[in-house]
């Protein structure tokens, strides 16, 4: 990263600053050639990678600095919630294009370092490099903590289990609209105020909950919308779904609660009833899982008048 504006030396000194240093589970982390984890007895370990790239997760005319650091460890902190896990360290991989304001990539970091202390979620390391372009690009890291065992998986829902939600669904593909149309009117959003989409909150609280309360039989984060992730649910536990209209916590309209990406909230299934909330974050119900009823898993939405239709996976997509 040299050949940037900003020093590679400088930009690793901001981050030991801001970074945890070694406590609990982490010995030692930056400010050395490897981190070290010392994992509780009788835990397994999770882990959970995903890319931030600009562009295509974030646009820097749109996103605030902040909301773009803080949206890299929430796709990350989101994947932990699902399976009920507790955070135990981050690494974070940055390739920063030359000619970015060092402004910018201070206000990604800020951004991220406040999640993170949200969270108690230590950053143990990373890399950094010269981007190959003119995006800025970043990966990050999770690993996490679960008893022996116990991880909630998507495979694992019965025909006749509930199919729960938590908060509304929505929101974060409409504040996305709104952005696109005036992204001048959010410059100075901050993560203490309601942002769906530039401030995803992880539902870490009522993951851990659901597993140490042994609610959930299965569960996936909403990360691509609500019809995809059903999708990935059923075809894992080998399951069809039925949702009904009516139930669905809106957060924006039907097409986008159904199909809007990056709402970061919990999808699982119960064989018993669930609390109206977990955590102080509500909890709805909005289907049943049905057994097989084909080849490949279906989904149907039964609408207020009792007819049923199919429901498509009509979400983010990943193309390579």
């Known amino acids: 990263m040299a050949a940037n504006s900003i020093a590679e030396r400088d930009f690793i000194r901001s981050l030991y600053r801001q970074a945890s240093g070694g406590r609990g589970p982490l010995r030692l982390g930056i400010g050395d050639d490897c981190a070290i984890l010392r994992p509780p007895k009788g835990i397994e370990i999770v882990v959970t990678t995903d890319f931030s790239l600009e562009n295509k997760h974030f646009r820097r005319d749109w996103h605030p600095p902040q909301s773009a650091g803080h949206r890299c460890l929430a796709r990350g902190l989101s994947d932990l919630a699902a399976m009920g896990a507790k955070p135990l360290a981050a690494f974070l991989s ?9 402004a910018y990539l201070n206000g990604f970091l800020r951004g991220f370092m406040a999640l993170a202390k949200a969270h108690s979620v230590p950053l143990a390391g990373g890399d950094t490099a010269a981007a190959p372009g003119d995006e800025l690009l970043a990966d990050i890291t999770l690993l996490g903590t679960i008893p022996q065992g116990k991880a909630l998986l998507r495979s694992g829902a019965k025909a006749g289990d509930g199919i729960y939600v938590t908060g509304r669904l929505g929101a974060a593909a409409a504040e996305l609209e709104q952005l696109a149309a005036n992204a001048t009117h959010f410059k100075a959003a901050k993560p203490s105020e309601i942002h769906p989409h530039l401030f995803p909150q992880p539902r870490l609280a009522v993951g851990q909950a659901l597993l140490k309360r042994k609610l959930a039989t299965a569960a996936i ?100």
């Not at 940055?94 to 060092?102: D, F, N, Q, S, T």
């Not at 809007?260 to 119900?285: M, N, Q």
């Open 94 to 102: 940055i390739a920063v294009p030359k000619g970015l304001e060092k």
């Open 221 to 320: 984060d909403i990360s691509d919308g609500l019809s995809v992730d059903l999708l990935h649910l059923c075809e894992e536990s080998k399951l069809d779904a039925e949702i009904e209209t009516a139930t669905l916590p809106l957060g924006a309209t039907l097409m986008q609660a159904l199909h809007g990406g990056e709402d970061y909230e919990l999808l699982f299934t119960a064989s018993r009833p669930v609390p109206k909330k977990l955590a102080g974050v509500p909890i709805t119900r909005i289907g049943t899982m049905l057994p097989r009823a084909g080849r490949s898993p279906r989904m149907s939405l039964l609408d207020e008048k009792g007819k049923r239709n199919l429901l498509k996976p009509q979400g983010w997509e990943h193309q390579l």
